[in-house]
Nanobody
Framework: QVQLVESGGGLVQAGGSLKLSCAASGRTFTRNVMGWFRQAPGKEREFVAANNWLTGSAYADSVKGRFTISRDNAKNMLYLEMNSLKPEDTAVYYC?????????????????WGQGTQVTVSS
């Protein structure tokens, strides 16, 4: 069975950095889109970043220039490096993957989800 497991969340001061990791098991996603989403209390889940082998990486405007998505296909891992963190980045961060060949930044098009990891940025 496919599993995505996030790690690396925590509490950090504004301006600080964190690196999230997502370990995939059960299948490989070498040619599939993988992405990061986040959900703050009382808000809808929102797109953060996505990556695939053909189109490269895409970012939400709110994180562009501060966050970097990367992947290690040999290890079946996805990463999100977050710099210059702001209190508004506070949320549960989810790793997700699409099973087919479609490219999307919409959460409803993602088939596999991790359990999430909490990121809290204090001011």
């Amino acid at each position: 069975q496919v599993q995505l497991v996030e790690s690396g969340g925590g509490l950090v001061q504004a301006g600080g950095s964190l690196k999230l990791s997502c370990a995939a098991s059960g299948r490989t996603f070498t040619r599939n889109v993988m992405g990061w989403f986040r959900q703050a209390p009382g808000k809808e889940r929102e797109f953060v970043a996505a990556n695939n082998w053909l189109t490269g990486s895409a970012y939400a405007d709110s994180v562009k220039g501060r966050f970097t998505i990367s992947r290690d296909n040999a290890k079946n891992m996805l990463y999100l490096e977050m710099n210059s963190l702001k209190p508004e980045d506070t949320a549960v961060y989810y790793c997700a993957a699409i099973s087919g060949s479609v490219y999307s930044t919409e959460p409803e098009n993602y088939d596999y989800w991790g359990q999430g990891t909490q990121v809290t940025v204090s001011s």
